[in-house]
């Protein structure tokens, strides 16, 4: 099967990854991928090095008209049979140049629920992404049970489908092993460590993780004396820093900011926080369990089924500072053994992602 996908990549966050391992999955099965990424950077280098066919078409150089024209000439020299967008400016792009030019079956993942309240510009294209997806597209992936719930008021729900993200759990060991050298964690015999991971928005509730901070340092009930670090930049960093720095966190708080080497530092942890608002079925989680790292959570999403299937007994209904510390002082004391499940592997979501391409190509 001819396939092509569609992102951004003006990041390297958990949509990201999951195209990355989809499409590296999808080579691995036989496929013949190709993608079409909106911005240079690692998505695009780490898909050509996993022999996916990658053309960049830069949007910082090209207006909406003339992606669009660009777009349709791939579709033309390429001829896929199926077209998999991720995004809405990408959803609208693929779907109206699918229409114009070779009209094959065409799907979109919703990797999570929107994290920003839309200017009247971003309304407009949740508007026409709407539209696309309701009447250009054959389906809707959904990444999780609670986001297929949100979309259902959105597309016809006999469009939408929920096949979970899934990851390469040796591969993930590999990663880590390969820079751990280049890791450096101090007193790791006396202290326990404990990460969180992602961009610094208010959505991710970065300010939940800095107050359960200080109240596991303060409450002193672990067996050993506690260290907190956090990758990943974002908006609201320096507020972030300067909050720890004026509650004097610095002795046992460190801002790392953003890395490459993620999971080599995720393997350095003994335990990782996700006190998100809401999430979907994010990467991360999938790397924790993968290398073995249990997690603290917030009881949303598809981070239900996720924790539970790991039984990692992290989940926090309580989602306030106290909840997040009582857990998280219950896990070091007590930390359970955790492997990823196999509901969650790579090889799983590529295969029922092309069996729903299959389906509609043979429908």
Not at 250 to 268: D, E, L, P, Q
Not at 322 to 340: F, I, Q, S
Request: overall charge negative; aromatic content about 6%; some cysteine.
């Amino acid at each position: 099967m001819k396939i092509l996908h569609i992102a951004s990549g003006d990041t390297w966050a958990g949509a990201e990854v999951q195209v990355w391992t989809l499409c590296t999955e999808l080579v691995k099965q036989g496929h013949t991928v190709h993608a079409i990424i909106l911005n240079p950077g690692r998505l695009a280098e780490m898909l050509a090095e996993s022999g996916v066919t990658v053309t960049v078409l830069d949007e910082r150089r090209f207006g909406f008209g003339k992606l669009l024209e660009k777009i349709k000439l791939e579709l033309h020299r390429y001829q896929p049979d199926v077209i998999h967008t991720h995004r809405q400016k990408e959803n609208i792009l693929g779907s109206l140049a699918n229409k114009m030019t070779i009209s094959v079956p065409a799907f979109r993942t919703v990797h999570g629920a929107p994290e920003f309240t839309p200017s009247l510009k971003q309304r407009l294209q949740i508007g026409a992404d709407r539209f696309t997806g309701k009447r250009l597209q054959h389906g809707i992936i959904s990444v999780s049970d609670d986001l297929t719930e949100k979309l259902t008021g959105q597309f016809p729900a006999n469009k939408i489908h929920t096949i979970a993200n899934g990851i390469d759990a040796e591969s993930v060991r590999r990663d880590a092993e390969a820079h751990d050298n280049d890791v450096a964690i101090n007193d790791e015999t006396t202290q326990y460590h404990v990460g969180f991971v992602g961009r610094m928005e208010s959505v991710k509730r970065v300010d939940l993780f800095l107050k359960m901070a200080e109240l596991v340092h303060h409450n002193a009930r672990t067996k050993h004396p506690v260290h907190f670090h956090l990758f990943g930049g974002g908006s609201l960093l320096e507020e972030h820093i300067g909050w720890a720095a004026s509650h004097n966190l610095n002795g046992f708080v460190t801002f790392h900011g953003h890395t490459n080497i993620i999971r080599s530092w995720i393997a350095r942890m003994n335990l990782l926080v996700m006190p998100s608002d809401h999430e979907g079925l994010p990467m991360t989680a999938l790397e924790s369990l993968a290398l073995g790292v249990p997690m603290v959570t917030h009881a949303t999403g598809g981070l239900i089924p996720l924790l539970n299937a790991a039984a990692c007994n992290g989940l926090v209904e309580k989602h306030c500072a106290e909840g997040y510390a009582e857990r998280v002082e219950a896990l070091l004391n007590a930390p359970p053994k955790v492997a990823l499940p196999d509901a969650y592997t790579a090889a799983r979501n590529a295969s029922e992602i092309t069996a729903l391409y299959e389906s509609a190509l043979t429908g």
